[in-house]
């Protein structure tokens, strides 16, 4: 089975500095996707990054990017210029490539305080 | 609907009692689940629905807990019997189909406490 571990419970930024959440994970599997989430006080889960497995180019949303080293299995997020709005839980995920890939496997979250 | 719409917000109960969840996924969307967030920890799969097959019923963690599913349309989460370890956030999530290309939209949860 598949496991994500995120090692930082919380992590503080400065605003418009950078910060950069990290993410591990283990998997027997070579095609899958991995996920960052952010969670505010509203609850609702949304997609801040994807990144696919078979890419080696690391993605980039905006101010969000990743470190993605496969061999490694590390899946890092940064945060460039950082806001106030960026204050939330954040979520890596992974999902396999295949057979019951409708599954996301959540590591336990980081809390991510944004200082004025 | 614009989004994955769940009620109640918010459900305090007494222990022994039923309690069930809505979840309202986006029109057209195939793909249902449900997650169960207990408080500083990820989100744990539960059940999964696919248009008319039969549901993933593996994450359910006993018998108190059962899901149903109408076509592609609304789904209630039920749980007999609540326990006090039952208290956590369950969000719905839906999406265009089942494949990992497609990505999934989040309700804001429900969170259960239990008394």
């Known amino acids: 089975a598949q496991t994500v571990t995120q090692s930082q419970p919380e992590m503080s930024v400065q605003e418009a500095e950078t910060v950069t959440l990290s993410c591990t994970y283990d998997t027997s599997e070579s095609d899958y996707y991995l996920f960052w989430y952010k969670q505010p006080p509203s609850r609702q889960m949304i997609l801040v990054i994807r990144q696919e497995a078979y890419k080696q180019q690391n993605a980039t949303e905006n101010r969000f990017s990743v470190n993605f080293q496969k061999a490694a299995k590390s899946f890092s997020l940064k945060i460039s210029d950082s806001q106030l709005g960026d204050a939330a839980m954040y979520f890596c995920a992974y999902r396999s490539g295949g057979g019951s890939n409708y599954k996301l496997t959540f590591g336990k979250g980081t809390l991510l305080t944004v200082n004025p | 609907g614009a989004g994955v719409s769940q009620s109640p917000s918010n459900k305090v109960t007494e222990k022994g009692k039923d309690v069930e969840l809505r979840c309202d996924p986006i029109?057209?969307?195939?793909?249902l689940y449900w997650y169960r967030q207990r408080l500083g920890q990820g989100l744990e799969f539960l059940i999964y629905?696919?248009?008319?097959?039969?549901?993933?019923k593996s994450g359910l963690p006993s018998d108190r807990f059962s899901a149903e599913r109408t076509g592609e349309s609304v789904s209630t989460l039920t749980i007999q019997r609540t326990q006090q370890e039952d208290s956590a956030v369950y969000l719905c999530?839906?999406?265009?189909?089942?494949?990992?290309?497609?990505?999934?939209?989040f309700g804001s949860g429900t969170r259960l406490t239990v008394v």
């Open positions: 029109s057209g969307h195939t793909a």
């Open positions: 999530a839906s999406s265009l189909g089942g494949a990992a290309n497609y990505g999934y939209t």
């Open positions: 629905f696919q248009g008319n097959s039969a549901p993933d």
